[in-house]
């Protein structure tokens, strides 16, 4: 993995969201390619183009239980008079030595079989009288029950056209066709067409380990009693699951208390399972921001941009950001806010994009759109200053959830949107057009 050294500027400097996520960007790399079995790679990305070597179906075959039959022998067939037909016995799924169908015959043909020779298309069993010699029937006695079932005379209610109900050899993909194209998320869906065109191995960019923890003296676990001056700790679990969301597989570490020895050593400890970590609490300005205290001096001085910088950003919520790199593989590390919307939103515009640019994907970023703010109050923000609020989208139009501040951790489960107010603008009124950024 490469580092780019960030910019440096005073103290006080007030950056930008673009410049920031910039400079993270130019850090994080996509993780090298391996070779991993079909369901080892589900949620990884494919790095090269997958070929079909084998058509599907590799043969021609009948999608329905029936009977294989001559066109011809079936031709003008109906419930008053019936086609009868000898049944020179069955063709079952992976069966092998094919019965050959000739004049007045057919063979006994089960969903996924081949279709024998002679035989031009596929007559359902329910268009038959299944050897019964009575009206049509609903589908076959299981042959353990009727072995005779496979002989005999068989009755046909209906005719059917050429190449009825047979899936034809290559009908599904041919083989030298592109199965699967670099770039591509491997889902259920591609690892099925995978395994059917024969691949037990793919090689793709596995998926990023990200370690998550929050800190701060004052953080307890679900489940636990509250005592005086204690909350429980909600930011490792939202941003482990997410850092799962995006696509990685994520650890949650209980929360470190405010003891900057303690975090270091965390840390170190956790970089053996590490592509990126993330830290959440501890960035900002107060004597026990324990974050900034372990972080802020810990660059290799033989190795030029590496450490970790501590900035404002020009936005809310969101303001103090760290990010560098740390340990002797360099390993990404983003250091968000300790307030958990806070945390969300930071989580969203920089380690989501770092997630997916560490997979390997092209597109790294949420949708966004544009949308019709509904509401009876102009939207506020400091001059100078990108301001992202909860929002709930639909039909063209955004509605804010939660009401003002950037505090309301509750606003986060009701919404599915962020809206964009810019730093340009001191307000934004009702009925007017913003962008939004989509988090569903």
């Known amino acids: 993995m490469s580092s780019a050294a960030p910019r440096t500027a005073g103290q006080d400097q007030l950056w930008s969201v673009d410049e920031h996520l910039e400079d993270i960007l130019a850090t994080v790399r996509p993780l090298e390619p391996i070779e991993l079995q079909l369901l080892d790679a589900q949620g990884c990305v494919l790095v090269e183009d997958v070929t079909v070597q084998v058509s599907l179906p590799p043969f021609d075959n009948s999608s329905m239980d029936g009977y294989a039959v001559r066109v011809a022998d079936v031709a003008g067939a109906s419930e008053e008079y019936p086609a009868a037909l000898t049944v020179i016995g069955d063709v079952a799924a992976g069966q092998d030595g094919l019965l050959h169908v000739g004049p007045g015959q057919a063979a006994r043909i089960m969903t996924g079989a081949p279709l024998p020779p002679g035989a031009e298309t596929v007559v359902p069993v329910e268009w038959t009288d299944g050897g019964l010699g009575e009206g049509p029937v609903t589908g076959m006695r ?34 030298g066709d592109r199965a699967l194209a670099e770039g591509t998320v491997l889902g259920p869906p591609q690892i099925a067409l995978l395994a059917a065109i024969g691949r037990g191995t793919v090689r793709v960019r596995p998926r990023p380990r990200v370690v998550v923890m929050s800190t701060g003296s004052e953080l307890i676990q679900p489940d636990e009693k509250l005592t005086a001056g204690q909350i429980y700790d909600s930011n490792s679990f939202a941003l482990t699951a997410a850092a799962r969301d995006a696509g990685a597989i994520a650890y949650r570490v209980g929360a470190v208390a405010d003891d900057a020895e303690i975090l270091r050593s965390t840390i170190e400890d956790q970089l053996v399972r590490a592509d990126l970590v993330v830290t959440t609490g501890g960035v900002s300005v107060g004597a026990y921001d324990v974050v900034k205290e372990a972080l802020s001096h810990v660059a290799d001085e033989d190795e030029p941009g590496t450490g970790v910088d501590f900035r404002k950003l020009a936005m809310q919520p969101g303001k103090p950001q760290g990010f560098g790199t740390v340990g002797p593989d360099h390993t990404p590390l983003l250091a968000l806010p300790g307030n958990p919307v806070s945390s969300y939103v930071s989580f969203e515009l920089f380690v989501r994009p770092a997630i997916r640019a560490l997979m390997g994907l092209k597109d790294i970023h949420r949708p966004t759109t544009r949308a019709v703010l509904a509401t009876d109050k102009a939207l506020t923000s400091p001059a100078g200053r990108r301001q992202f609020l909860r929002g709930t989208y639909a039909d063209g139009r955004v509605t804010p959830v939660g009401g003002a501040g950037s505090h309301l951790i509750a606003a986060l489960a009701h919404a599915d949107a962020l809206i964009v107010v810019p730093e340009d603008k001191e307000s934004v009124e009702p009925g007017t057009e913003v962008e939004v950024v989509l988090l569903g």
């Open 142 to 175: 299981a042959r353990s029950a009727d072995p005779d079932g496979a002989y005999g005379q068989v009755r046909v209610h209906r005719p059917a056209p050429a190449r009825a109900h047979v899936r034809a050899q290559g009908s599904d993909v041919q083989a």
